[in-house]
C-alpha cells in the first residue's frame, strides 16, 4: 500500500538533521536553538510540587484557567490590552502547534497566506497541508526587513492572512513603529487575518520594544498570537505555548484543537500559573539574553565570519564568503564534521532553498559552550 503525500516536497526537518549531525560528531551544537543552561530550580520544584499535589489528570481544554488568568494579568501589564482569560486564551502544546491550530482554523483551499522569508521551516508546510498556497516574499538582504509595497503588489482577493514574526527565526529582526503603521494601513479594510508569531517576545535587545499585536486593538482584532513558554522559561522541551486571539476566532480555534490535543500537561500549567506572577523572571531575560549575544559577537571578531545584525530572538546570522564559496548546506555540514560546530545553512528557510551563503547560529547557551565553539571556528 502506498500513501499520498500530503506533504510531497518535504523532508526531515533542518533542525533535526543539523542536531542528529552534531550527536555523531560530537559537534558544539550552535544549530538547533535550545538552551544549554539549566532552568529555574523554583520552576522545576513547583512542577515536582503540582505531582505530588495530585494534579495529574486532564487540564481543562482550553488550559487550566488560573494559568490563562495570569496570562491576561500579564498582557494587560506588558501590553496593555484587557484579554478575556475564559474566552480569548489556550494553552497549546508549543508554539508551533499553535501557529499550525491558528492557520487550520482560518484556512479553505485555495486560500493564499503571504509570510516573509526567510523563514521558519514549519510555517509552509502548515500552509500547504491546508490546501492553501504558501506566497513568500523576500526580506530585503542585508538587514531583512518587510518591503511593505511588495507585500501590497501581492495581495489578491484569495489572501486569506499575513503571517508575522518578531523577533524574527533566523535573522533577529524586529518589527518598528514604522512597521506596525504600514502593516495597519495594509490589512485596513480588507478582510486578512494576522497570524503572529511572537515566541520570542522577551528576546529582544539594545533597548528595542517588542511591537506585539496585542498592543494594538485594530491589528488585534484580526489576529491570532502566538507565544511559547519554552523560549521564556528556558524549557523547549516542555512544548508548552498558547494563543491569545479574539472569542470568536478562539471559539473555532478550539474546534481544532479539542480533537486534535484536547489539552496539556497539568502540572507545567499548575506551576506556570503561579511563577507567571515573578514579572522579574520575564523582564530580566532581554538583559540576559543580550549579554550572551554580545558575548559570542566580541568572540566571533576573531573567525573569518561577517556577523550580520540581530536585534531579537536567539540567532545571529553569518555571512561566510572571506571563508569559502561552496552552499552554505556543504559548509554546515562540513563544518559539523570537520569543525565540530553545528550551525543552520539559511537556504533551509527559502521554499526555492536560495543561497546567500549565510548561516545561523544560535547563541542561547553557556558562555563557555560559545567559547569552545568559536576556538574551533577561528581555524576555519
Ligand atoms: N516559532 C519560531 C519562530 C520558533 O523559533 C519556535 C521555536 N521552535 C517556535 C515558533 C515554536 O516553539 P515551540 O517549541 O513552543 O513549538
Ligand atoms: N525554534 C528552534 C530553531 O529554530 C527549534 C525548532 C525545532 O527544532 N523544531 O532552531
Redesign the pocket.
Known amino acids: 500500500m502506498q500513501i499520498k503525500s500530503k506533504l510531497p516536497n518535504v523532508g526531515t526537518?533542518i533542525?533535526?538533521v543539523m542536531?542528529a549531525l552534531a550527536t555523531e560528531y560530537k559537534a558544539v551544537n550552535l544549530?538547533?536553538?535550545?538552551p544549554d543552561y539549566p532552568m529555574s530550580e523554583e520552576l522545576t520544584a513547583k512542577v515536582a510540587e503540582a505531582m505530588k499535589n495530585g494534579h495529574n489528570q486532564y487540564a481543562p481544554m482550553p488550559g487550566l484557567i488560573g494559568l490563562r488568568e495570569s496570562l491576561a494579568e500579564k498582557v494587560e501589564f506588558l501590553y496593555k490590552t484587557k484579554v478575556n482569560p475564559d474566552t480569548e486564551i489556550t494553552i497549546t502544546p508549543g508554539g508551533?502547534y499553535a501557529i499550525y491550530s491558528s492557520l487550520t482554523t482560518i484556512l479553505q483551499p485555495g486560500d493564499e497566506v503571504i509570510l516573509f522569508e526567510p523563514a521558519?521551516d514549519?510555517y509552509i508546510p502548515n500552509i500547504e497541508i491546508n490546501g492553501a498556497k504558501a506566497v513568500p516574499l523576500p526580506l530585503t538582504y542585508p538587514d531583512y526587513k518587510i518591503d511593505w509595497d511588495l507585500v501590497r503588489a501581492s495581495i489578491t482577493i484569495k489572501t486569506k492572512a499575513i503571517l508575522i514574526n518578531s523577533p524574527h527565526?533566523?535573522t533577529g529582526s524586529v518589527l518598528d513603529q514604522n512597521d506596525i503603521a504600514e502593516l495597519k494601513n495594509t490589512v485596513a479594510g480588507t478582510d486578512i487575518f494576522i497570524v503572529s508569531d511572537e515566541v520570542y517576545e522577551h528576546l529582544i535587545y539594545d533597548g528595542l520594544p517588542h511591537e506585539s499585536m496585542l498592543k494594538h486593538p485594530d491589528l488585534f482584532a484580526r489576529s491570532f498570537v502566538n507565544f511559547s513558554f519554552g523560549k521564556t522559561y528556558h524549557c523547549?522541551g516542555w512544548k508548552l505555548g498558547y494563543c491569545i486571539a479574539p472569542a470568536a476566532f478562539t471559539k473555532e480555534f478550539r474546534k481544532v484543537h479539542q480533537f486534535n490535543c484536547f489539552s496539556c500537561f497539568t502540572p507545567a500549567q499548575v506551576a506556570l500559573a503561579e511563577y507567571l506572577k515573578n514579572k522579574d523572571a520575564y523582564l530580566s531575560l532581554p538583559r540576559f539574553m543580550q549579554q550572551k549575544r554580545d558575548y559570542f559577537i566580541e568572540l566571533m571578531k576573531q573567525t573569518k565570519f561577517d556577523l550580520l545584525n540581530t536585534s531579537g530572538s536567539?540567532?545571529v546570522c553569518a555571512s561566510y564568503g572571506r571563508i569559502s564559496d561552496e552552499s552554505d548546506k556543504d559548509l554546515a555540514i562540513r563544518l559539523s564534521k570537520e569543525a565540530g560546530v553545528a550551525t543552520?545553512p539559511l537556504s533551509a528557510f527559502y521554499h526555492n532553498h536560495k543561497d546567500d551563503k549565510v548561516v545561523r547560529f544560535?547563541f542561547s547557551k553557556q558562555n563557555k559552550t560559545l567559547q569552545q565553539a568559536v576556538e574551533r571556528l577561528i581555524k576555519i
Open positions: 526537518t533542525f533535526t542536531s544549530g538547533q536553538g535550545f508551533t521558519y514549519s527565526n533566523p523547549t536567539y540567532f543552520i544560535c
